[in-house]
């Protein structure tokens, strides 16, 4: 099944623009112009894989809306957008990943992937096992 992406930005252009991109790359997107809303539909369920919100919006910035997220167990994980040149001061930049506008959508796929990607390695391709031969095997 393809990736369920939930946009989160107060202008209604960005949300337009990156619902398109995402779409073409075989996204299912949901956009929202106001988090609140966004949050709502969020707590109501189902879950998406990945929600992308901007940092500065009004009434709940990215950080308030993917703690309250995560407050109403609701797991999926959050990539911040930000204009911001040094967003350390709004947001945990070690807990949170951040994205910097502007950005290809070559570096927001990467952010997908890294976000939504079991530990275990990506999801298009198993990982290569890697074998380790005891020391005792080495060939002298």
Do not use: Q, W, Y
Request: hydrophobic share 50%; aromatic share 2%.
């Amino acid at each position: 099944a393809n990736a369920h992406v939930v946009v989160v930005d107060d202008d209604a252009d960005v949300v337009e623009t990156l619902s398109s991109l995402l779409r073409e790359e075989g996204f299912a997107v949901e956009g929202f112009t106001d988090p609140r809303i966004a949050l709502e539909r969020l707590c109501r369920g189902p879950a998406p894989d990945l929600v992308l919100s901007d940092c500065i919006m009004p009434r709940l910035t990215g950080a308030e809306l993917a703690d309250a997220l995560a407050a109403a167990g609701v797991g999926a994980p959050v990539v911040l957008m930000t204009a911001l040149a040094d967003p350390g001061f709004l947001v945990d930049t070690d807990r949170m990943r951040v994205l910097n506008k502007p950005f290809h959508i070559e570096d927001l796929l990467a952010e997908i992937d890294a976000a939504t990607r079991p530990a275990s390695g990506p999801r298009s391709r198993p990982a290569a096992p890697v074998s380790v031969a005891p020391a005792s095997r080495r060939l002298a």
